[in-house]
T-cell receptor, first 114, second 113 residues
Framework: GEDVEQSLFLSVREGDSSVINCTYT??????LYWYKQEPGAGLQLLTY?????DMKQDQRLTVLLNKKDKHLSLRIADTQTGDSAIYFC??????????????FGRGTQLTVWP | DVKVTQSSRYLVKRTGEKVFLECVQD?????MFWYRQDPGLGLRLIYF???????EKGDIPEGYSVSREKKERFSLILESASTNQTSMYLC????????????FGPGTRLTVT
């Protein structure tokens, strides 16, 4: 099977950092993504990292990639109540009939307490 | 602004009814996808299409079919709705190549009674 694993829940206090972890399955994945889903909405791309990178920073977001362990993390600095959402990790395989398909984790529900 | 629209936000149908969920994208994307989302199970791929009239089964195609007659439109069909198909249905589209990010519609919450 193609199982991307992530923990289901994370709670943090406003102003703290949040770290959401993910393990993926395919060492040949070209891109890895983090999507955010707010209540009642579809998913939106939050950030991504190309497989030849170790780290990517975008304002409050830091993505770390450990290819050896197939581990991806998303750090949100100075977490705000507006960051409360479900965060999905996804990997992309580029081969054969799976071309274009993304494999998603089950999502991590982030709750930020004021 | 890129846009994926779904025909309904909420839908209530009876067991045994034939149900059509429509998805339209305005980005000229080749790929289109149908997922269902259930609590604790995340997104599960039902079907996807990489070209007009082409379709591929995802992980849970049983009880569903799809139609892609035009590039911008991808329909999900429940031939005979059952209560275990009560779920949130999400449509997405993407370009072939490049970053390959998927753009999602707002979802259709389907309840089968």
């Amino acid at each position: 099977g193609e199982d991307v694993e992530q923990s289901l829940f994370l709670s943090v206090r406003e102003g703290d950092s949040s770290v959401i972890n993910c393990t993926y399955t395919d060492s040949s994945s070209t891109y890895l993504y983090w999507y955010k889903q707010e209540p009642g909405a579809g998913l939106q791309l939050l950030t991504y990292i190309f497989s030849n990178m170790d780290m990517k920073q975008d304002q409050r977001l830091t993505v770390l990639l450990n290819k050896k362990d197939k581990h991806l993390s998303l750090r949100i600095a100075d977490t705000q109540t507006g960051d409360s959402a479900i965060y999905f990790c996804a990997e992309r395989h580029d081969r054969g009939s799976t071309l274009g398909r993304l494999y998603f984790g089950r999502g991590t529900q982030l709750t930020v307490w004021p | 602004d890129v846009k994926v629209t779904q025909s309904s936000r909420y839908l209530v149908k009876r067991t045994g009814e034939k149900v059509f969920l429509e998805c339209v994208q305005d980005m000229d994307h080749e790929n289109m996808f149908w997922y269902r989302q259930d609590p604790g199970l995340g997104l599960r791929l039902i079907y996807f299409s990489y070209d007009v009239k082409m379709k591929e089964k995802g992980d849970i195609p049983e009880g569903y079919s799809v139609s892609r007659e035009k590039k911008e439109r991808f329909s999900l069909i429940l031939e005979s709705a059952s209560t275990n198909q009560t779920s949130m249905y999400l449509c997405a589209s993407s370009l072939v190549g490049g970053l390959g990010e998927q753009y999602f519609g707002p979802g259709t919450r389907l309840t089968v009674t």
